[in-house]
């Protein structure tokens, strides 16, 4: 072995312990000697972005590629960084050339299917996942990927069939446990025992691997004005569904008695995010940072009462949750079912989401804030409410603006029994994932084999803006809300535009935000008990 190879080894040796600076370190001396060799520069581009610094490994990634042009490892970890940067469109014909380089690599496949489901690609990811899977059937990146691959497309009974067989032969993956959890959640029919075990089966592992650790000492009895210090983390803090709800908790919370601080997590920051830094007593930039360094920075800020915001949903920081950096911890908002982790004490909603009896669903104690447990803050602009667009057009026109990953069979079928009940009626869908051509096709399909004529479906891709997005409202004469896992700020624009919805109230809390919103405005008998009601209503 080489001089090279062994300083490789030990290297990967150091990344596979967890020991990131440890193999910084080594690189770095060995780039001094030898600042343009490639396998040198591309390990160090690698273990940049393990240590969460990606500007700088873009830096070693490109001049590994110029050093190795014909290295498919090299275009790779290139295209791969490219598109953690947000940089899809230039990350995806590096990748394929890395493809084309090592067909046997699942690398390249992973870092493409990353690429193009940030340009909502999603048949395209599918098929890499499986591609790379074929040579890699292990790998846990993978896996994950086309799980929520397989969601996207609408495909939640085989996303979840698939990562159930792949937790089966691993189930000590909390990664993988954690999104077979999550897409319990979009089942046709799912059983709320099966999906609290699921969510316990991860909590299990992450307070296994992320113990607790010592708290700090006792806060003083008496601060200068006896405010508490509430502690919120989100990758969310921006353009973003839980922006809509955590905006008018920060403005309308007593400053005098509650000390906001705001851990974000997003790489991403926009108008919305300058405006919750301007509400929050202090804000902490944390993407990048580690699990156990959060929580290090959370302990150290002595935070009273700690809140999830994100649950199971994409980059997440349940982790930090169970290492217990705070002496109280609460979810709220962000996820609709239990985290699965005794480390988080607490689950905020209201008695029409959680009725009594939900306490068995959960981990974590309930704690009903009514009569609603949330509160929307429509954008400041909006466009003005239109009149019901069936008087100029001649027929009705049903609608849905939710993700394509709660359009699972079952609503499928109802929503076509709503068409065939409803003469001439129409119905429009928009969600990001209908930019993939190849999905608006299964889409119309889906419907087509409900016996639905495809002119009667409107398919709609993204808009440029919000205004935009609703101002599309007025083309909607009713919007149908999923089950069971129903809207939340899509039905909260719909109203806000001035157009009702029909929820079917489910038998958790995924299923029942929609009679919660609907019974806060006073218009709950647009809630139906079952599907007949609920085709029957509209």
Same mark, same amino acid.
């Given at each position: 072995m080489s001089r090279l190879q062994a300083m490789l080894s030990t290297v990967e040796q150091a990344l596979a312990g967890g020991r990131f600076e440890e193999a910084r370190q080594t690189l770095m001396?060995?780039?001094?000697? &030898?600042?343009? =060799?490639?396998? #040198? $520069? =591309?390990?160090?581009?690698?273990?940049?972005?393990? #240590?969460?610094? +990606?500007?700088?490994?873009?830096?070693?990634?490109?001049?590994?590629?110029?050093? #190795?042009?014909? &290295?498919?490892?090299?275009?790779?970890?290139?295209? %791969?960084?490219?598109?953690?940067? @947000?940089?899809?469109?230039?990350? *995806?014909?590096?990748?394929?050339?890395?493809?084309?380089? %090592?067909?046997?690599?699942?690398?390249?496949?992973?870092?493409?299917? =990353?690429? #193009?489901?940030?340009?909502?690609?999603?048949?395209?990811?599918?098929? +890499? $996942?499986?591609? @790379?899977?074929?040579?890699?059937?292990?790998?846990? &990146?993978?896996?994950?990927?086309?799980?929520?691959?397989?969601? %996207? $497309?609408?495909?939640? &009974?085989?996303? *979840?069939?698939?990562? @159930?067989?792949?937790?089966?032969?691993?189930?000590?993956? %909390?990664?993988?446990?954690?999104?077979?959890?999550?897409?319990l959640n979009y089942l046709p029919d799912p059983d709320p025992a099966q999906v609290r075990s699921a969510h316990e089966q991860y909590g299990r592992l992450v307070e296994t691997a992320h113990p607790p650790r010592p708290q700090s000492p006792p806060r003083e009895p008496a601060r200068p004005g006896g405010s508490l210090r509430v502690g919120l983390v989100s990758p969310d803090f921006r353009t973003h569904s839980v922006a809509y709800f955590v905006e008018p908790l920060l403005r309308h919370l007593d400053r005098d008695r509650v000390e906001v601080t705001c851990y974000s997590t997003s790489k991403t920051q926009d108008q919305t995010t300058r405006r919750l830094k301007d509400l929050a007593a202090h804000w902490r930039p944390c993407a990048g940072l580690a699990d156990a360094a959060l929580a290090d920075r959370i302990r150290s800020d002595r935070i009273d009462i700690l809140f999830d915001l994100a649950g199971h949903t994409s980059d997440n920081s349940l982790p930090v949750f169970a290492m217990r950096p705070a002496p109280i911890q609460a979810t709220w908002c962000g996820y609709p079912a239990t985290t699965g982790l005794t480390a988080i004490d607490w689950r905020l909603v209201d008695s029409i989401t959680d009725p009594a009896g939900s306490e068995s669903h959960c981990v974590e104690k309930i704690m009903r804030m009514d009569p609603c447990f949330l509160c929307y803050q429509p954008p400041d602009a909006s466009p003005p409410v239109g009149p019901s667009p069936a008087e100029a057009a001649g027929h009705v026109t049903f609608g849905s603006f939710n993700t394509l990953l709660k359009l699972n069979t079952r609503v499928v079928e109802t929503w076509a029994r709503i068409l065939r009940e409803t003469p001439g009626s129409k119905l429009m869908l928009k969600a990001t994932q209908l930019a993939d051509s190849r999905v608006r096709g299964w889409t119309v399909d889906r419907f087509a084999a409900a016996g639905i004529d495809p002119a009667r479906i409107d398919v709609l891709e993204a808009t440029a803006s919000q205004h935009d997005h609703l101002a599309l409202y007025h083309r909607m004469d009713i919007a149908l809300d999923p089950f069971p896992y129903a809207g939340t700020t899509t039905t909260c624009e719909a109203m806000w535009m001035g157009v009702p919805v029909v929820t079917l109230a489910g038998r958790s809390h995924a299923g029942r935000v929609g009679l919660s919103l609907l019974s806060a405005v006073g218009m709950d008998e647009l809630a139906a008990p079952d599907v007949d009601s609920y085709v029957a209503l509209a």
């Amino acid at each position: 072995m080489s001089r090279l190879q062994a300083m490789l080894s030990t290297v990967e040796q150091a990344l596979a312990g967890g020991r990131f600076e440890e193999a910084r370190q080594t690189l770095m001396r060995a780039l001094q000697r &030898d600042p343009s =060799n490639g396998p #040198l $520069c =591309n390990a160090m581009a690698v273990t940049l972005v393990m #240590l969460r610094q +990606h500007e700088q490994a873009l830096f070693y990634a490109q001049r590994a590629a110029k050093a #190795l042009p014909d &290295d498919g490892e090299a275009a790779s970890t290139l295209g %791969s960084i490219l598109a953690l940067l @947000g940089r899809a469109a230039e990350a *995806v014909p590096v990748l394929e050339r890395a493809i084309a380089l %090592s067909p046997r690599s699942p690398n390249p496949r992973l870092g493409i299917a =990353n690429a #193009l489901g940030s340009l909502n690609r999603h048949s395209e990811v599918v098929e +890499h $996942c499986r591609a @790379g899977l074929a040579v890699a059937p292990d790998d846990q &990146d993978l896996t994950v990927k086309l799980t929520f691959g397989l969601l %996207s $497309c609408g495909q939640a &009974d085989e996303a *979840v069939a698939f990562s @159930g067989k792949a937790l089966e032969r691993r189930p000590d993956d %909390s990664v993988l446990a954690s999104w077979r959890a999550f897409a319990l959640n979009y089942l046709p029919d799912p059983d709320p025992a099966q999906v609290r075990s699921a969510h316990e089966q991860y909590g299990r592992l992450v307070e296994t691997a992320h113990p607790p650790r010592p708290q700090s000492p006792p806060r003083e009895p008496a601060r200068p004005g006896g405010s508490l210090r509430v502690g919120l983390v989100s990758p969310d803090f921006r353009t973003h569904s839980v922006a809509y709800f955590v905006e008018p908790l920060l403005r309308h919370l007593d400053r005098d008695r509650v000390e906001v601080t705001c851990y974000s997590t997003s790489k991403t920051q926009d108008q919305t995010t300058r405006r919750l830094k301007d509400l929050a007593a202090h804000w902490r930039p944390c993407a990048g940072l580690a699990d156990a360094a959060l929580a290090d920075r959370i302990r150290s800020d002595r935070i009273d009462i700690l809140f999830d915001l994100a649950g199971h949903t994409s980059d997440n920081s349940l982790p930090v949750f169970a290492m217990r950096p705070a002496p109280i911890q609460a979810t709220w908002c962000g996820y609709p079912a239990t985290t699965g982790l005794t480390a988080i004490d607490w689950r905020l909603v209201d008695s029409i989401t959680d009725p009594a009896g939900s306490e068995s669903h959960c981990v974590e104690k309930i704690m009903r804030m009514d009569p609603c447990f949330l509160c929307y803050q429509p954008p400041d602009a909006s466009p003005p409410v239109g009149p019901s667009p069936a008087e100029a057009a001649g027929h009705v026109t049903f609608g849905s603006f939710n993700t394509l990953l709660k359009l699972n069979t079952r609503v499928v079928e109802t929503w076509a029994r709503i068409l065939r009940e409803t003469p001439g009626s129409k119905l429009m869908l928009k969600a990001t994932q209908l930019a993939d051509s190849r999905v608006r096709g299964w889409t119309v399909d889906r419907f087509a084999a409900a016996g639905i004529d495809p002119a009667r479906i409107d398919v709609l891709e993204a808009t440029a803006s919000q205004h935009d997005h609703l101002a599309l409202y007025h083309r909607m004469d009713i919007a149908l809300d999923p089950f069971p896992y129903a809207g939340t700020t899509t039905t909260c624009e719909a109203m806000w535009m001035g157009v009702p919805v029909v929820t079917l109230a489910g038998r958790s809390h995924a299923g029942r935000v929609g009679l919660s919103l609907l019974s806060a405005v006073g218009m709950d008998e647009l809630a139906a008990p079952d599907v007949d009601s609920y085709v029957a209503l509209a």
